[in-house]
């Protein structure tokens, strides 16, 4: 077994690299963070046009790229490093697999064509006021009325919930879990943006008052699909976490080669080094975790759902833990709100929470291997 990246992986990964570092730097970063829209437009448009992103992991049929979910955790590693805001992981790593799990070809040739090509944003609706990511927690419903399915209930943590196009929404029917389309200005659908720390990564509360929305599964066939989603989701948290990971270690190690204290760098100073090699060791743990979990659950591996709780928890946990390294190797100047340190910190402790925090994907992990 070969974890080594081919040519073409290495070449996606510099094209990404190069393309973020010119089209996502801090200026934009900030700037989008105070953008009530929540992301650049015509930066979504050229990830769209110029990089086929959206569609990486999409079958060509669907209008994708015919990828697998490998190289959507290469590509989310890199926009982990530029810290990118966008709805991309909603649309593309949450939306989009959840609609590839689901028994409804009919909404697949709907719904993935808009999602590949970027001229549809999709989320998916999950969470409610509890935090809870557990489908068994969910109390929204759904009822059929007058053959129309509508929906009741709330809606919170809703990734990009503001400015997404389509819902797919996570609800309790008669028969069990359900997963139903909702479109965003359809009637009964309110939409507030959530204030949160992180403000890199937008979130909505979502309310329904008899909504109406298109049923694209129910019973098992929907808990199969919402599972694989939430693992999927789980692993590729993980590779934007190990992107963030690796930048701010390149942040630490700049910062100690040219800040002098008593004449010398302070890289030359035994604690500095001790940290740095620490956060190396760290990254290149996460790094075969995640490389390994890709590969697991691009090809459907029986791994796949054992190593997607215990690599989303060590990698964003090691994210979590390098960033306030930086902050502290950096010293003062690290803890102004000038310096980008701060986001890096925050988008990692969002990242621990989002989809359940650490210790909720340890016990999946403890659940799922039978201790």
Known sequence: MDFALDDDQVTLQEVLREFMTERSPESAVRAQMEDPAGYDRPLWDLMASQLGLHGLAIPEEYGGGGFSFFELGLALEEMGRALAVSPFFASCVMAAPLLLALD??????????????????????LAEDSGSWRPDDVTARASSQDGVWRLDGHKSFVLDGAVADVLLVVAQTGSGLAV????????GLGRTPLPTMDQTRKQARITFESTPGRMLGTGDGARDAIAAMLDASAVALAAEALGGTGKVLEMSVDYAKVREQFGRPIGSFQAIKHKCASMLVDLESS???VYYALW?????????????????AYCVDTYLHA????IQIHGGIGFTWEHPAHLYLKRAKSSQLLLGDSDYHRQQLADRIGI
């Open 104 to 125: 409804d070809e009919t909404a697949r040739k709907d719904l993935l064509p808009g999602i590949a090509s970027g001229a549809t944003i999709a989320t998916v609706a």
């Open 180 to 187: 139903l389309a909702v479109d965003a200005d359809a009637p």
């Open 287 to 289: 790094r075969s975790a």
């Open 296 to 312: 697991a659950t691009a090809s459907g591996h029986p791994d796949a759902v054992v190593v997607a709780p215990l690599t989303k």
């Open 323 to 326: 960033a306030g390294e930086n």
